[in-house]
């Protein structure tokens, strides 16, 4: 974690409860970057302290999963991110663009995954191959929208392997933060109500096809 000091850093903002988490300590600014100092005093910024993916109290950086799965030859752009478990808390998945003229499984690649990435919990549960990955508007990669695609994937997951159909469509909310959005009979509401809410931190918005 990277901290700053000095006289350009402010003392605080005006509401103590914004205050929660942004000291390191006395005096130092969490800037929410993860870095770290080379032999010649260079600072290396590595990533963001939001993107760490936490598994099992297990802090692992996004960074050394895409840098290990860019080693592999058919490998074009890798971003990864955290998807919602039950007992972990948090799972690694990752989303993958191929190289033209390459093609490879997403189990191919997960198997070549498993000797490339240093760490054991690091190794990813699922890799999706895409097409495209989703971009900000500054051609940075949209990882709000693959960590929402991965919260998708995993709620259908879970529901169909309790036999409930429904649709899930998870997306911000301006007052609720990330929402899952659930389309299904009324009849099956309470039964999904019952499969998700307090395994999964999301709240849920219901609607029901006509």
């Known amino acids: 974690m990277i901290g700053i000091h ?3 850093v402010f003392p605080g903002y005006l509401r103590e409860h914004d205050n929660r988490d942004i000291w390191l300590k006395p005096g130092w600014l ?3 970057d993860l870095g770290y100092l080379d032999a010649d005093g260079y600072l290396h910024l590595t990533g963001r302290a939001k993107e760490l993916i936490i598994r099992g109290g297990h802090n692992i ?6 840098d290990a799965l860019l080693q592999h030859p058919a490998v074009a752009m890798v971003a990864a991110v955290s ?3 039950v007992h972990a808390g948090e799972l690694p998945v990752a989303y993958v663009t191929l190289k033209p003229g ?3 499984s997403a189990d191919e690649l997960l198997a070549a995954a498993r000797t490339l990435v240093p760490e054991r919990a690091a190794v990813p549960a699922r890799i999706e191959i895409l097409q495209a990955l989703p971009l900000t508007q500054i051609g940075k990669v949209a990882r709000a929208e693959l960590r929402m695609r991965a919260v998708e994937e995993v709620f259908h997951e879970h ?4 036999g409930v159909a429904a649709s899930v469509r998870v ?3 301006i007052r609720r933060g990330t929402v899952a959005f659930v389309q299904c009979a009324a009849a099956d509401a309470e039964r999904v ?12 918005d219901f609607t029901h096809p006509a």
């Open 6 to 8: 000095g006289p350009n």
């Open 30 to 32: 969490n800037t929410g």
């Open 61 to 66: 950086d996004p960074a050394m999963i895409e």
């Open 83 to 85: 998807q919602p478990d």
């Open 102 to 104: 390459h093609v490879l």
């Open 159 to 162: 529901l169909a392997q309790a």
């Open 171 to 173: 997306g911000p909310d």
């Open 193 to 204: 109500r019952d499969l998700l809410v307090g395994r999964f931190p999301f709240p849920l």
